[in-house]
């Protein structure tokens, strides 16, 4: 059974820092890409970040990108999104997600087979 916890969420001021972290367990964990979506109210699950299984690939989405970046340590099972320079409009719940192997690296909700529980971001104006 694979589980995803994620942590490190809370408030925080716009223009300030936090660093997520997922710890995955029951999964080979260095064969699956893993990424980071959210999902703000009333709106989508969108993806924000995602790495493949060695580290060597990462995308991020287009309102990240320079301000967020992914990485991850297979040696802790555990894949990372360090965000900075937060906006209000950073404001949402973060899931992490395991790849389901159909893409090497994760680019839509089709690609996830596993998501930890999610843990809010609050960005203050």
């Known amino acids: 059974q694979v589980q995803l916890v994620e942590s490190g969420g809370g408030l925080v001021q716009a223009g300030g820092s936090l660093r997520l972290s997922c710890a995955a367990s029951?999964?080979?964990?260095?064969?699956?890409?893993m990424g980071w979506f959210r999902q703000a109210p009333g709106k989508e699950r969108d993806l924000v970040a995602a790495?493949?299984?060695?580290?060597?690939?990462?995308i991020h989405a287009d309102s990240v990108k320079g301000r967020f970046s992914i990485s991850r340590d297979n040696t802790k099972n555990t894949v990372y999104l360090q965000m900075n320079s937060l906006k209000p409009e950073d404001t949402a719940v973060y899931y992490c997600?395991?790849?389901?192997?159909?893409?090497?690296?994760?680019?839509?909700?089709?690609?996830?087979?596993?998501w930890g529980q999610g843990t809010q971001v609050t960005v203050s104006s």
């Open positions: 029951g999964l080979t964990f260095g064969a699956y890409g």
């Open positions: 790495i493949n299984w060695s580290g060597s690939r990462t």
């Open positions: 997600a395991a790849g389901s192997g159909r893409a090497t690296v994760i680019t839509t909700t089709l690609d996830v087979a596993s």
